[in-house]
């Protein structure tokens, strides 16, 4: 297994991947917006041009989701469905959930706890 | 970056007080105004989850005025009111004001524009009690309103 981590130290903000095989976990810690959003997807891409074809995205120390951020989300989920993979979420907090509902987001993303 | 509050700071009416914040209109300032909408939100007993929907709401509508990727050049400039008549907003409520440069057209490398903003417009309307933007051909302003839904 491999574990890389890369973070924006100024805002608290922090993405760890985690491969194993095809599977990559992918944790984010802090506030996803349209200032860090960018370093998610760097990560996402890069996840994703290394073969994996399952991604856990660990929403668990994330604290806050924007249209942004949701935009990449929706990003990864699509490059994985088209190569037959697939991106789920786990234990993304109340907030985001709601954010999720209000969106509609929620009935094309799985959730894990 | 700088920042006032009324009425000495910047004339306010006595009616209610003022919070001016201008920074430059890059993404990385979005996070000042999500704090200082929740700090003011938590001075008129705004629940946590009616401070997240405000953050959230707020977010979205300063990222009309900052856009993605680099930001744009100039300012954006965000009044926080807080009537003290709380009759004439239908409550205890917060008023957020906000000016920013037009930006570029620019492709979102992650979604088709129109879908983020398909997005955006779904979280506002949820969230926001009363929103307003529009467009002159160098400024983007936004008017919100959100109002404290629990009693104290």
Same mark, same amino acid.
């Given at each position: 297994m491999r574990v890389d981590e890369s973070s924006i130290p100024t805002v608290d903000f922090a993405v760890t991947t985690e491969v194993d095989n095809r599977t990559c976990i992918v944790s984010v810690q802090g506030e996803l917006d349209v200032y860090t959003a960018p370093l998610l997807r760097e990560r996402l891409h890069e996840v994703l041009a290394q073969g994996a074809s399952k991604v856990v995205l660990d929403?668990?120390?994330?604290t806050f989701i924007d249209s942004t951020g949701l935009g990449v989300v929706i990003g990864a989920l699509k490059r994985l469905r088209e190569s037959d993979g697939d991106l789920v979420l786990r234990a993304p907090s109340r907030s985001t959930r709601k954010v999720l509902d209000i969106t509609g987001l929620r009935e094309i993303l799985e959730i894990i706890d | 970056m700088s920042a006032g509050v009324g009425p000495? !700071?910047?004339? !306010?009416? !006595?009616d209610e007080d003022h919070i001016r914040l201008t920074v430059? !209109?890059?993404?990385?300032?979005v996070r000042l105004a999500r704090l200082t909408a929740s700090s003011l939100a938590a001075r008129l007993g705004f629940t946590y989850d009616e401070i997240e929907d405000l953050r959230l709401a707020v977010d979205e509508l300063c990222f009309l005025l900052?856009?993605?990727?680099?930001g744009r050049d100039g300012i954006v400039s965000l009044t926080f009111s807080t009537p003290h008549d709380h009759d004439l907003v239908g409550g205890p409520a917060l008023v957020i004001v906000g000016e920013g440069p037009v930006g570029p057209q620019r492709p979102h490398p992650d979604s088709h524009p129109q879908e983020l903003g398909e997005l955006r417009e779904l979280i506002l309307t949820a969230l926001a009690d009363e929103y307003t933007v529009s467009r002159t051909s160098d400024t983007v302003q936004f008017r919100m309103v959100t109002r404290r839904r629990s009693r104290t």
């Open positions: 929403l668990h120390g994330m | 000495e !700071a910047n004339g !306010a009416s !006595a430059p !209109a890059r993404p990385e300032y900052v856009g993605p990727g680099q």
